[in-house]
């Protein structure tokens, strides 16, 4: 196990992230990185305040689209 905590490597992985769902996102929301694009958060998705709660709205719409 020694060695895989090194900086470098911590960097590497976190600079090669694929589809990854984080618990705490909504529902749909997936982080991609890759060695030229550090912009974890690309993707986002509407709500409205329904007066007691937040509600989803649409679609997840990403950032990279056009």
């Known amino acids: 196990m ?3 905590f090194v900086a470098g490597n911590i960097l590497r992985q976190a600079k090669s992230l694929k ?3 984080v618990p705490t996102a909504l529902p749909g929301i997936k982080v991609n990185t890759s060695p ?3 912009m974890v958060w690309t993707q986002m998705r509407l ?3 329904s007066g007691t709660s937040w509600e989803p709205f649409g679609e997840v719409l990403d950032a990279r689209s056009d």
Request: hydrophobic letters at 25%; zero cysteines; aromatic letters at 8%.
């Open 2 to 4: 020694r060695g895989r």
């Open 47 to 49: 709500q409205r305040w």
């Open 19 to 21: 589809d990854v769902v």
């Open 36 to 38: 030229t694009n550090n």
